[in-house]
């Protein structure tokens, strides 16, 4: 049972560049979540998803999209990457059902866009 | 809307030294309640949570925390400081209602707190 896993690790990014960032959680999770995390901002939600195929956007979704093709994987992409979204991206997952909703975390990818 | 914040971005105490994190809530009702960690270049790792019952929580790691409605805080302790104990804290909180149709799975994030734990 690995969790939640994430990659890359690591990326650098030219401006302008694209890229994909792939989430996979094996705990049959319904709902995940993709954050950015920056030194003294905390996490803040960029985009989730409720369910195969939905998503919507969190507090930070400008520059980001995402989609849910698969109940397991939510991928995050960055369409034309700038050196603001240099930081540290999490995923996480929770589940469905009594209302304690607490997320499991990924390891994190850390990008830096030049 | 919620927010959370938590006083003192960064905290340091010695080996042996009791440690204190602080968080505190703004609702209109008592949310549930998270304190998460995290090591050096790695994820967040839940250490405790609230939701209900008995408001002094027992997490993993000797960590403990203590839920006071009147003074809308969860602030994190343990007795006694370990060199492991150093990392980043991060209290959150998600809403106990769903009036909105489903948001309470969502959590919000404090700014986190840095611990130092000096030898």
């Known amino acids: 049972n690995a969790g939640v896993t994430q990659t890359p690790k690591f990326r650098v990014l030219k401006t302008g560049q694209s890229m994909t960032l792939l989430c996979a959680q094996d705990?049959?999770?319904?709902?995940m979540y993709w954050y950015r995390q920056d030194p003294g901002m905390g996490l803040r939600l960029i985009h989730y998803?409720?369910?195969?195929?939905?998503?919507a956007k969190g507090e930070v979704p400008d520059g980001y999209n995402v989609s849910r093709l698969k109940k397991q994987n939510f991928l995050l992409g960055l369409e034309s990457a700038a050196p603001s979204q240099t930081s540290v991206y999490f995923c996480a997952s929770s589940y469905l059902g009594r209302v304690i909703y607490e997320q499991y975390f990924g390891p994190g990818t850390r990008l830096t866009v030049t | 809307a919620q927010s959370v914040t938590q006083l003192g971005s960064h905290v340091s105490v010695s080996e042996g030294a009791l440690v204190l994190l602080r968080c505190n809530y703004s609702?209109?009702?008592?949310?549930?309640l998270f304190w998460y960690v995290q090591y050096p270049n790695q994820g967040l790792q839940l250490l405790l949570k609230y939701t209900t019952g008995a408001t002094l929580v027992k997490g993993i790691n000797g960590f403990e925390a203590e839920f006071k409605k009147s003074e809308t805080s969860f602030h994190l302790t343990k007795p006694s400081a370990h060199m492991s104990d150093a990392a980043e804290y991060f209290c959150?909180?998600?809403?106990?209602?769903?009036?909105?149709?489903?948001?309470?799975?969502?959590?919000?994030f404090g700014k986190g707190t840095l611990l130092t734990v000096n030898p």
């Open positions: 998803s409720v369910g195969e195929g939905t998503t």
């Open positions: 609702s209109s009702v008592p949310p549930y």
């Open positions: 705990m049959n999770h319904e709902y």
């Open positions: 959150a909180v998600s809403p106990r209602t769903s009036n909105s149709g489903g948001s309470n799975y969502k959590l919000t």
